[in-house]
Antibody, heavy 117, light 107 residues
Framework: EVQLVESGGDLVQPGGSLRLSCAAS????????MSWVRQAPGRGLEWVAN????????YHADSVRGRFTISRDNANNSLFLQMNSLRVEDTALYFC??????????WGQGALVTVSS | EIVLTQSPDTLSLSPGERATLSCRAS??????LAWYQQKPGQAPRLLIY???KRAAGIPARFSGGGSGTEFTLTISSLEPEDFAVYYC?????????FGQGTKLEIK
């Protein structure tokens, strides 16, 4: 069974940093592009970042570029999102998602990030 | 950035009825469009990709159609578990974008 389990969500002050992790199981991580997608409270879905199978290419949304960095460790079946210079508007549930031809065919349950003073 | 506009925002129907949800793109996305279902407190679930292909394990009552800028998701006969929020998503142009969602509620 494909499973994605996020961790690392927390309450953080504006300007602070946080690192999210996603543990993958039930499939071979190194064969897939992987992504982060977020959802602000009561709002819709926003793609945040994605990373190629071997980590050689990464893409970030304009809203997070320069502040967030996606990375992966295929040997340990893990995906990461390093978030720096956090803003109130980054408050959201962050989903780890497996990419399938540019769509998202498996999702974790999400990690809640709250940015507030 | 391609903007996806879903309509209606809310659709009120009864179990057994047919539901038709729409997604309009600000420019052509060919057939590079997907539909997701999200229930409260849950992650989204992929229903349809490439506009009309059902994802693994998705019941046949869900079907997708359209190309270019106009797309539809049809649920032929609503089951109680189908009442949820539905999102469309395009992957034709970077960045991938989602529609704002349609809430399908019980009438």
């Amino acid at each position: 069974e494909v499973q994605l389990v996020e961790s690392g969500g927390d309450l953080v002050q504006p300007g602070g940093s946080l690192r999210l992790s996603c543990a993958a199981s039930g499939f071979t991580l190194r064969n897939y592009w992987m992504s982060w997608v977020r959802q602000a409270p009561g709002r819709g879905l926003e793609w945040v970042a994605n990373i190629k199978q071997d980590g050689s290419a990464t893409y970030h949304a304009d809203s997070v570029r320069g502040r967030f960095t996606i990375s992966r460790d295929n040997a340990n079946n893990s995906l990461f999102l390093q978030m720096n210079s956090l803003r109130v508007e980054d408050t959201a549930l962050y989903f780890c998602a497996r990419s399938f031809s540019g769509f998202f065919d498996a999702w974790g349950q999400g990690a809640l990030v709250t940015v507030s003073s | 950035e391609i903007v996806l506009t879903q309509s209606p925002d809310t659709l009120s129907l009864s179990p057994g009825e047919r539901a038709t949800l729409s997604c309009r793109a600000s420019q052509s996305v060919n057939t590079f469009l997907a539909w997701y279902q999200q229930k409260p407190g849950q992650a989204p679930r992929l229903l349809i990709y490439d506009a009309s292909k059902r994802a693994a394990g998705i019941p046949a009552r869900f079907s997708g159609g359209g190309s270019g800028t106009e797309f539809t998701l049809t649920i032929s006969s609503l089951e109680p578990e189908d009442f949820a929020v539905y999102y469309c998503q395009q992957r034709s142009n970077w960045p991938q974008t989602f529609g704002q969602g349609t809430k399908l509620e019980i009438k």
